[in-house]
């Protein structure tokens, strides 16, 4: 009885050792997959440093408002200081939404917030700033911001106008293609305003 147990725990060990390892085998190659993969993580990291650091410098060099004049300069200086759209009053739709893109560029959201049309629905500056981060909204418009900031051209489409309602849109040719982006604009106590309201509440709904 002895001898078949001694023979049933030597058996049961070598299995054991067997499958051990198999085990050590997959463990292994389990920690070698996940070296590789935090070795791509890492790649990844530094092309996207790159990518940053090449985008940051291309902001330094490049701004949507440097072919503005003095005046509008120091219009511009004075929204942005204390956030009173009043400074812009006289400022044509196509400026206006250059000054926002500059805005996005520079993260400024109260001022972007300042020059957004209020259709009775505008939430509280909180709110506004809340839904502009929480759902990517502002990633898409930087993104905007890049993809059109050597734009070939910016005019009021003249087939949608009226004394306080335009849409503007800007153009830029990239090789064979042409790509065009609107923008709705409405004055506001006598000062064009973006409207896109809508758009954040359509990409909050689901991007529609």
Known sequence: MKQGTSIFMMVFILLMA?????????IEEQQKQL????AKIVDL???????RKIIEEQNKEFSYIKDFTKEELEAYEQFVQDKDAQHLLGLSPEKILLIYYHLIVIDDVEAI??????DGTLPDLSTFRENYYKNGLHLKWQDSTIYYRYYNSIKVKEDHKNENEVVVEMTVNLGSNVSTIVY???KEKGI?????????????????
């Open 18 to 26: 067997g499958c051990n390892s198999d085990d050590t085998i997959k």
């Open 35 to 38: 070296k590789e993969l935090e």
């Open 113 to 118: 917030y300042s020059l957004t049309y209020d």
């Open 45 to 51: 990291e530094e092309i996207n440093k790159e990518q």
């Open 192 to 208: 064009w305003k973006m409207d896109t309201l809508h758009l954040m509440e359509n990409d909050k709904d689901g991007n529609k």
């Open 184 to 186: 709705g604009l409405k």
